[in-house]
């Protein structure tokens, strides 16, 4: 497992299933930790092979304008390697800050919660969820 770590705040990127990769943030986003989340991502994603990325932003406190352009051009970066990315944990709060800051997410999959996320990430590498009778 990789790991960004960011003083005492490390960040896993876990492989959930073949094709889809996790990577839950908490604490403070800069500019030299999303580099690194960015790096570590892509080599993630060419180790693998996977196919949708989900960017869990709900231990993220403060989201500004930097924050929101870090966590895009993280997207934007996996896509160019064949990966989606979905951004989950966007609270009412978050989401009413990145429409005052004018953050276009029009082209970024996002849900509410990481439990939406995931089936949006099965629905994408086509696996399915059986529930038990």
């Known amino acids: 497992m990789n790991n960004i770590t960011n003083g005492t ?18 604490g ?12 570590t991502m892509l080599a993630k994603v060419v180790q693998t ?11 993220v406190a403060v989201v500004d304008s930097a924050v929101a352009n870090h966590l895009l051009k993280i997207g934007r ?10 951004i989950s944990g966007i609270s009412p709060e978050v989401a009413v800050t990145l429409v005052e800051l004018g953050i276009d997410l029009e082209a970024t999959i996002t849900t509410a919660n990481l439990s939406d996320a995931l089936q949006l990430a099965f629905d994408r590498t086509g696996y399915t969820i059986e529930q038990s009778k």
């Open 77 to 86: 970066a996996t896509k160019l390697i064949g990966a989606d990315t979905i």
């Open 49 to 59: 092979s996977a196919k949708v990325i989900v960017l869990d932003i709900l231990g």
């Open 9 to 26: 705040t490390a960040t896993p990127v876990n492989e959930l299933w073949d094709g889809i990769l996790l990577l839950s943030v908490f």
């Open 28 to 39: 403070t986003i800069d500019s030299a930790r999303s580099k690194e989340m960015m790096e």
